[in-house]
Every structure is written in structure tokens, then in C-alpha cells.
């Protein structure tokens, strides 16, 4: 079967930094996406891993390592408006497919 | 403004009822997602389309079905309806059917009472 695992919630200070993990396993690996989505509102696309590596955007950064099934999201300089679910896909590649994680609530707290 | 467009965007409805759900792409992309996102829950995949054929199946229950029209719009049929199909409902779509970015739209909410 296919298995994406993210902490439900966590909580983090305005302007320190927090890692969300998301670890898989899946019948078959073509990339990792990581979206945002504010509550009620429609996921946002944040980046894309297809290879091993630390790729960096801005504030936020996403890590992949494809030997141990694992991924991670770094947020740095903290803001309020980072309060929002960070959810992690895998592009199971074969027939296109994502399966999704269940998400991360991302409390962030003055 | 993703450029994905859903109507309608609230839907309030009684069981064993039948609705659609109506979704047009971004202008040129091709590749069309439908998702279920219960309260709190992650986002269930239930099916593909690209350029009008079915490209991949998720956890799609046999009461639904979706197709993609020559215009490239897409609909979600959803018969039968009980209150457990209470969700938002969003599509989504990329240029093509993978290894891409996709932009969803802002979802249909729908009450099944």
C-alpha cells in the first residue's frame, strides 16, 4: 500500500524556524510536492523534489532523501500568516498519480 | 487567482440527491485532478483527466463520476448523496499529466443534509 506520514500539528514562535518531516512509502517515487493551504482555502504550490538535496526558496527550503523515504520543509523568519496546513505528495510517477499526506497544522504563536 | 475556476462554490443538498460540480482549467493546461478534502482530513485523490481521457483513479466511490469535455472543463457527478459526502471539493489542474506543478481552484463546498 501507500503511506505518507506528517505530524498533525505542531506550534512554533513568531521569527524562529521550524522542520516539518513527512516520510513515504510508496510503490513507486517520482518527486515530492509540498503545498500550503490556509484554512478553507485551496493548496498552494511551495516546491517540487525529484532528486536528493536541499533545494531553497526565500524563507522556506525542502529537503529530500529518496534512499530513506524522507522529506522535510524548513520555514525560517517566522510570520503569522506562515499558520496554515503544509501538506507533502509523492508523484508516484507510474500513472502520474499523487497520494497525499494528511497534512501538518502549523500553529504560530507571537 | 490560480486561473482555475469552480462553481458553484457552496452546495447545500439532501441525501439520495444527485449534483455537479463544475470545473474549468487554467488556459492551456490540459491535465485536470479531482480532490475530496473532509473537515480536517488530508486530500483524497478520486480521478484524472487529460486532453478528455480518464489518466488515473483514486478512491473514487462508484457513485461518482467525472468527465473531461473537448473544451477542456471538467465535471464531477456525484449521485446518491449521504452525509459522509459532506466535503470541499477541489480540482485541480497542470499542463500536463505529471512532474508538474498544479493549481487548484478555490473549491466547492458541499452540505449533504
Known amino acids: 500500500g501507500q503511506n505518507i506520514d506528517q505530524p498533525t500539528e505542531m506550534t512554533a514562535t513568531e521569527g524562529a524556524i521550524v522542520q516539518i518531516n513527512c516520510t513515504y512509502q510508496?510503490?513507486?517515487?517520482?518527486?515530492l510536492f509540498w503545498y500550503q493551504q490556509h484554512a478553507g482555502e485551496a493548496p498552494t504550490f511551495l516546491s517540487y523534489n525529484v532528486l536528493d538535496g536541499l533545494e531553497e526558496k526565500g524563507r522556506f527550503s525542502s529537503f529530500l532523501s529518496r534512499s530513506k523515504g524522507y522529506s522535510y520543509l524548513l520555514l525560517k523568519e517566522l510570520q503569522m500568516k506562515d499558520s496554515a496546513s503544509y501538506l507533502c505528495a509523492v508523484n508516484l510517477g507510474s500513472n502520474y498519480q499523487l497520494i497525499w499526506g494528511a497534512g501538518t497544522k502549523l500553529i504560530i504563536k507571537p | 487567482d490560480s486561473g482555475v475556476t469552480q462553481t458553484p462554490k457552496h452546495l447545500i443538498t439532501a441525501t439520495g440527491q444527485r449534483v455537479t460540480l463544475r470545473c474549468s482549467p487554467r488556459?492551456?493546461?490540459?491535465?485536470v485532478y479531482w480532490y475530496q478534502q473532509s473537515l480536517d482530513q488530508g486530500l483524497q485523490f478520486l480521478i484524472q483527466?487529460?486532453?478528455?481521457?480518464?489518466?488515473a483513479k483514486g478512491n473514487i466511490l462508484e457513485r461518482f463520476s467525472a468527465q473531461q469535455f473537448p473544451d477542456l472543463h471538467s465535471e464531477l457527478n456525484l449521485s446518491s448523496l449521504e452525509l459522509g459526502d459532506s466535503a470541499l471539493y477541489f480540482c485541480?489542474?497542470?499542463?500536463?499529466?505529471?512532474?508538474?506543478?498544479?493549481?487548484f481552484g478555490q473549491g466547492t463546498r458541499l452540505t449533504v443534509v
Open positions: 483527466y487529460y486532453n478528455g481521457e480518464e489518466r
Open positions: 485541480a489542474s497542470s499542463e500536463d499529466p505529471g512532474n508538474t506543478e498544479a493549481f
Open positions: 510508496t510503490s513507486g517515487f517520482n518527486g
Open positions: 488556459s492551456g493546461d490540459l491535465s
